[in-house]
Each structure stands twice: as structure tokens, then as C-alpha cells.
């Protein structure tokens, strides 16, 4: 092979994606929860730089639907990124996944806001049993109730 001038050894790059859970169990109640538009926010920091690609969110409990979603990340009430777009529940209690267009970068011990506006009209899965203090391999996650 020839020699060349550039580095030829693959770049590391952003490593395999994690999920953090805040939540430890959901549940549904008839009648109980429904996204009607309304925000819904939290405040988190962490205490190692990472990169967040984008929202798990609860879906129909009431069978299969179609959402309206605007997720957005904030810092001191700066817009860093949002995303306006749909997303299909298919019924079952998972989460499903709305990404930004990039990964954010964030920076440790600073607060974000990350909050997600949806529109539906089915009844919802909801998170129960939230941690304030999540550990994710080297990365400590902290929950803060959002004004």
C-alpha cells in the first residue's frame, strides 16, 4: 500500500446511542391522560459532556395513533434545537423515539430544559415512579421539575 500523508484509521466519532430512563415503570387509566397540545418539561443536567440525539416519548394506550409532536431543548431559554414532526404509536406501552436533526451537544453541570408539545387525541401512556438522579454507564443524570 502506498504511504499516504492523511490518517487512514476511522475516526471514533459519536459512540453507540444510549437511552436514558428517568421513568421505572408507565401505566394508563381510563380517562387519566391525554395530550391535547399542552407542554410537557423537565430540567436535567449531567456530569460529563454528552451529545442528545432526542426525545422517548409515551403513545396511545387505546390502540394505534398518530401524534403531532414539537420537541425542543433549551438552555437559559434558548432555543439550541426543535423539531416539528409526526409520530406513530402503535398502542404498546414502549416509547417511541423523535429525534433532532443533529445531536446536541451538552455540557456538564448545566441545566437544559427539554420539552415536548403534543397533539392527540387517544389516551396515553404515562411515565410512573420518576428517578431525579439516573446513572448511565459514567454519566450521572440529574431531573428537576420545570416552571
Known amino acids: 500500500k502506498p504511504l499516504l500523508s492523511y ?14 430512563h428517568r421513568f ?3 401505566a394508563y387509566r381510563s380517562n387519566q391522560w391525554r395530550y391535547r397540545g399542552r407542554c410537557d418539561s423537565i430540567q436535567f443536567c449531567v456530569d460529563k459532556r454528552i451529545f442528545v440525539a432526542g426525545f422517548g416519548l409515551y403513545g ?26 409526526k409520530f406513530f404509536s402503535d398502542g404498546s406501552s414502549n416509547t417511541f423515539h423523535v429525534y433532532f436533526e443533529n445531536p446536541i451537544q451538552i455540557e ?27 446513572y448511565m454507564g459514567t454519566v450521572t443524570f440529574q431531573f428537576h421539575c420545570s416552571s
Open 7 to 20: 490518517p487512514v484509521k476511522p475516526r471514533a466519532g459519536l459512540k453507540a446511542q444510549q437511552i436514558c
Open 24 to 26: 421505572q415503570s408507565c
Open 60 to 85: 396511545s394506550s387505546n390502540g394505534a395513533a398518530d401524534y403531532n409532536v414539537k420537541i425542543e431543548l433549551k438552555r437559559l431559554g434558548r432555543v439550541l434545537a426543535e423539531n416539528n414532526t
Open 108 to 134: 456538564p453541570e448545566c441545566f437544559y430544559t427539554a420539552s415536548a408539545i403534543l397533539d392527540g387525541s387517544e389516551l396515553s401512556y404515562f411515565g410512573q415512579e420518576g428517578l431525579s438522579e439516573v
